[in-house]
């Protein structure tokens, strides 16, 4: 949330140079509050450990958000009671007139899947389609956000030849240092990635429209985003819980599959001990200043106005 603070302290434009979020005498007696309106559309198996993590992001902000889930009607979860998704999701029938300040669209385990070959390619091309004129912002997550780019810009992404497993460092690039996605966070911050596929910064860096934000030296590519904001993507995990990835690596263990031990997560790499958390303020930081700085402060008090700004168009 903002500090308020009077219009001719000093302070006032250092701070604003600094991207700290500096709300006037004058626009705090003038602003109008309402809940934001956030629509998740989870594409994960695992429905209700997914809604639980990115609801502990939202939440860590004064904002009042109202969430709602969305759900793909041409596919649908078997690892999940069909009651919870009666009870709790809407498909895109029921939205579709409907304008929003922010949208989640989830990774999803498909990865080695062609796009055009997922049984719900065509009706997400749909919801990222339609995305673009009743959301004011859209943050892509994972496969989410190969899939977004691979829509939106043509950007491929390329098989790996070793998965990609653990917890990993990275920074934003030169150029985005200050910006205020980053805001809070270290010159370095990890997070989790468990993925068999990558996009290259050259192929981000030839689209004009899109903006590299975040790189690592191991995990490559993590955060771009399209140049008007409408569009984040977040090609890792960073709401992953602590013992995630722990779960993953047992599962496949069990299975008698041949699985790495993830990278800086477990103490000494022994599978033995209790992970150790580095990333939680990544989580919290990169979704909250995103609800905050993209989105609560940009979108109209009027949703409607969305469609307006369309017709100009």
């Known amino acids: 949330m903002p500090i308020k603070i009077p219009d001719s302290l000093p302070a006032t434009s250092i701070l604003e140079g600094e991207n700290i979020f500096v709300m006037t005498e004058y626009r705090a007696l003038h602003q109008q509050i309402r809940p934001l309106k956030i629509i998740i559309l989870n594409l994960m198996p695992t429905k209700i450990v997914t809604e639980t993590q990115f609801l502990r992001k939202l939440s860590n902000t004064p904002l009042q958000v109202q969430i709602e889930f969305l759900q793909t009607a041409t596919y649908q979860s078997t690892h ?8 709790f999701y809407t498909t895109f029938d029921q939205i579709r007139d409907r304008y929003y300040d922010g949208m989640i669209i989830t990774g999803a385990p498909i990865e080695h899947v062609p796009f055009e070959a997922a049984h719900y390619w065509e009706e997400l091309c749909t919801i990222m389609d339609w995305s673009t004129t009743h959301v004011h912002s859209t943050m892509h997550v994972c496969w989410g956000g190969f899939a977004g780019l691979y829509y939106h810009y043509g950007v491929p992404k390329y098989d790996r030849d070793t998965k990609l497993f653990g917890v990993f460092p990275h920074s934003p ?3 985005k240092t200050h910006s205020p996605l980053f805001r809070g966070l270290d010159d370095v911050f990890y997070s989790p990635h468990s993925r068999a596929t990558e996009v290259h910064e050259e192929d981000i860096r030839k689209v004009p429209d899109l903006e590299m934000m975040s ?15 409408k569009r984040f993507f977040i090609l890792g995990h960073p709401e992953y819980d602590p013992d995630t990835l722990a779960n993953e690596y047992w599962r496949d263990v069990n299975k008698g599959l041949d699985i790495q031990v993830p990278v800086n997560y477990f103490p000494d790499d022994d599978p033995g001990k209790p992970p150790l958390v580095t990333w939680r303020s990544t989580g919290a930081l990169l979704y909250t200043n995103w609800l905050n700085y993209y989105v609560y402060q940009t979108t109209p008090y009027d949703l409607n106005e969305l469609k307006e700004e369309q017709k100009k168009k």
């Open 173 to 175: 690039v030169p150029e």
């Open 215 to 229: 790189t690592s030296p191991e995990a490559g590519v993590f955060v771009c985003k399209s140049v008007d904001n």
């Open 80 to 87: 999940v009671d069909p009651s919870h998704l009666e009870t």
